[in-house]
């Protein structure tokens, strides 16, 4: 089967779809740039952007060629198992649940990367709430300091904050 001309397509849909290639990077959230190299066929479009574009082109003729690209991205990326040569040029095929194995296998490496995401968030935060809270005590005192009314300077805590003398 004959590969389509990604830039091809992607102009077509463009052109049906009326929008410039700053407005066609806007809606597919890229940079003109990259739309500009996909036009030119320099680049194609990841999975994820042509199924965008598929959600905006009304259906037709370009919105065909669009469904046969996606179909065409897909077996690229992600490519159903076939028979490998082996050793002495034997065919094997895949054994049953390997490719489960593989998907638990990045299912783990991206449950961990959640994990470590997660992790750091919840630290930010809390670092976060803690600068709230001072800014917060901060405006506090100098409403107190503009009333006229004294502050009490609190003791200066042990922490990683160094302090700094005027």
């Given at each position: 089967m004959e590969e389509m001309n990604a830039a091809k397509v992607v102009k077509k849909v463009r052109q049906r779809l009326e929008v410039s290639q700053e407005g066609l990077a806007r809606l597919l959230n890229a940079t003109k740039g990259a739309v500009q190299h996909w036009e030119r066929g320099r680049n194609r479009p990841d999975l994820a952007r042509l199924l965008a574009l598929r959600q905006l082109c009304p259906a037709g003729a370009e919105r065909k060629e669009l469904e046969t690209l996606i179909k065409e991205?897909?077996?690229?990326?992600?490519?159903?198992?076939?028979?490998?040569?082996?050793?002495?040029?034997?065919?094997?095929?895949?054994?049953?649940?390997?490719?489960?194995?593989?998907?638990?296998?990045?299912?783990?490496?991206l449950r961990k990367q959640v994990a470590k995401l997660e992790s750091t968030l919840k630290r930010r935060s809390e670092k976060l709430r803690i600068l709230e809270d001072l800014a917060t005590e901060l405006q506090r005192d100098m409403a107190k300091l503009r009333a006229g009314q004294s502050v009490a300077v609190p003791e200066p805590a042990s922490s990683s904050v160094p302090q700094t003398s005027e």
């Open positions: 991205t897909q077996a690229h990326t992600a490519p159903l198992p076939t028979g490998q040569p082996g050793p002495g040029g034997k065919i094997t095929l895949p054994q049953p649940g390997e490719s489960l194995i593989l998907l638990r296998r990045d299912n783990n490496k």
